[in-house]
């Protein structure tokens, strides 16, 4: 048996001054969505371009509430709805936790479809460019919800050398799932995109490079989900499938039917 690894007590809080605290949660979703913006004001200039840097500098606005508002309301309706009808106050909470992935891509997903009928925007094509950053907010946000020790994975075998015990995980060594989705959901998937995202031919093909953003990351979540222990008020579902693995299918479903629809359709400008 290897040593079992301690959770470092990181302090959720960066720094306060008086009532007004930020947290490293608050940072990786603003750091997220900063180098977002500058990178899809390069982005939407390329060939062929779909929107000018001020349009992208606008949306930010829109992105952000897309994804706050997007991910609190999905977190409510997708994993406690009960809860937050007995307390609908708790509803604007957000400092206490509780945002959904899936919730919020839908808040992002309207937000751009709004955003674009009001500009005269080729929705793909501008959804293709945010495809290619967005994994780089939810590796951070991965990596904000292991400083704040929370979302941790299931019982790690005996002989996992990085196996982890969390504060609030009891006396069992755990996978640090935290990490691994940090790595699948961010790292490797932002590489994926942006890989994709320097073909002329690729980004031609509207939908195409969200298609793929979609596809990879149902099918990061749906493997990180084997890792991560399920939230003590769902548990398990049917088939011992997590309400992540569950909502991801859609989204690959969606995936797939956009690369095949990018493939089929003719490219932009020919």
Not at 50 to 59: G, K, M, N, R, S
Request: aromatic share 14%; hydrophobic share 55%; charged share 15%.
């Amino acid at each position: 048996m290897f040593p079992v690894l301690m959770f470092p007590q990181f302090d959720p809080v960066i720094v306060q001054f008086g009532p007004l605290a930020i947290r490293w949660y608050a940072l990786a979703y603003i750091t997220g969505l900063l180098i977002g913006w500058r990178m899809v004001r390069h982005l939407v200039q390329r060939v062929p371009a779909v929107a000018t840097p001020l349009q992208v500098d606008d949306f930010l606005t829109w992105a952000t509430l897309g994804v706050v508002l997007g991910g609190r309301l999905g977190y409510v309706l997708f994993y406690q709805p009960e809860r937050f009808l007995a307390h609908p106050s708790e509803i604007v909470a957000v400092w206490q936790g509780g945002m959904s992935f899936h919730g919020g891509m839908l808040g992002v997903s309207i937000a751009v479809l709004w955003f674009c009928r009001r500009n005269a925007i080729p929705i793909l094509g501008f959804a293709d460019r945010i495809a290619v950053v967005a994994p780089i907010g939810l590796g951070l946000g991965r990596i904000a919800n292991f400083i704040n020790g929370e979302l941790w994975g299931r019982a790690a075998p005996d002989w996992l050398p990085w196996a982890m015990i969390f504060p609030t995980g009891g006396p069992v060594p755990r996978h640090p799932s935290q990490i691994y989705e940090a790595l699948m959901e961010g790292l490797l998937l932002f590489c994926l995109t942006f890989y994709f995202s320097r073909s002329d031919a690729v980004r031609a093909r509207f939908g195409m490079l969200t298609g793929i953003f979609l596809c990879g990351y149902a099918v990061a979540r749906i493997v990180g989900e084997h890792f991560r222990e399920p939230d003590a008020f769902l548990g398990f579902l049917a088939f011992g499938t997590t309400m992540g693995q569950l909502l991801s299918l859609p989204m690959l479903a969606a995936g797939i039917w956009l690369v095949l629809r990018a493939r089929k359709a003719p490219p932009a400008g020919a």
